[in-house]
């Protein structure tokens, strides 16, 4: 990557940072609302939370399922590509690794597979199918414990694959790429959230999020500020004797 290359991503990677804090902020006060709101104790909380508990035990207790995860996030992969009206000339999955050779390649299509839970959207895509032909109110307490399982398989997959060093990572910038992944994530949850929390509407959430970014930048910006006075003091003062101690 050249080097004006990597100092923008790190530049953006930079900016990036409070709105990430900000979106972390947002997820603690949607929990917060769940829990004062009393929904925590509706059929689908306990489902995903279920389904959740139930992927981390076989995560933790099982071998894992690698090749599984290979075929998703190649798949995801893929399936950028084709949404960047490219072409994909490869495609090669194993339970040791996996590998798209295509006609296009940007940081969206490396860090797909580590913000898109693919399974998650896969389950959801044909459920709704099947609720279109025969109605499936019925399951539904199942089918939200497969939420809960499939976006633990991605996140815990996910968290594993950055600690094994992809070249994902290393191609777009590991720390532009951990700053979007975590970004993207928190996103994807918190809208997940809203499309079945009652008591938080969509402006609602957006405002404070806006809010906490906001006190986020300002916060940031003020730092900034208060470090390049003192840096400039310290300097000044060597400069003037080299014996004097900064201004406090």
């Known amino acids: 990557m050249p080097l004006s290359l990597r100092l923008l991503r790190w530049g953006i990677a930079l900016l990036l940072l409070p709105l990430t804090a900000a979106a972390g902020w947002s997820l603690v006060e949607l929990f917060q609302a769940l829990w004062n709101s009393g929904e925590w104790k509706l059929a689908w909380c306990w489902s995903v939370g279920g389904g959740l508990a139930a992927w981390l035990l076989l995560y933790a207790a099982l071998p894992r399922p690698l090749w599984i995860y290979v075929f998703g996030h190649e798949l995801t992969h893929a399936l950028a590509v ?37 399974y998650t959207l896969l389950l959801i895509g044909l459920w709704w199918t099947a609720d279109f032909y025969h109605p499936l109110a019925a399951y539904t307490p199942w089918f939200y414990a497969g939420i809960g399982l499939t976006w633990g398989f991605h996140l815990t997959f996910t968290v594993s694959m950055i600690g094994a060093g992809q070249s994902d990572l290393t191609g777009q910038g590991v720390f532009f790429s951990l700053v979007v992944i975590v970004l993207l994530n928190l996103l994807a949850v918190e809208i997940s959230l809203l499309s079945v ?19 986020a930048y300002a916060a940031t910006g003020r730092t900034l500020w ?18 004097a101690k900064p201004a406090r």
């Not at 960047?84 to 597979?113: C, K, T």
């Not at 470090?227 to 003037?240: D, E, K, P, Q, V």
């Open 197 to 215: 929390l009652h008591g938080v509407s969509w402006g609602h959430f957006f405002r404070q999020l806006g809010g906490h970014a906001w006190d």
């Open 226 to 243: 208060h470090g390049a006075r003192w840096t400039a003091s310290f300097l000044s003062g060597l400069l003037a004797d080299p014996h």
């Open 82 to 118: 084709y949404l960047h009206a490219g072409r994909v000339h490869r495609f090669q999955v194993s339970s040791r690794g996996g590998m798209v050779v295509s006609d296009r390649s940007n940081w969206i299509i490396a860090l797909a597979p580590y913000f898109i839970p693919v």
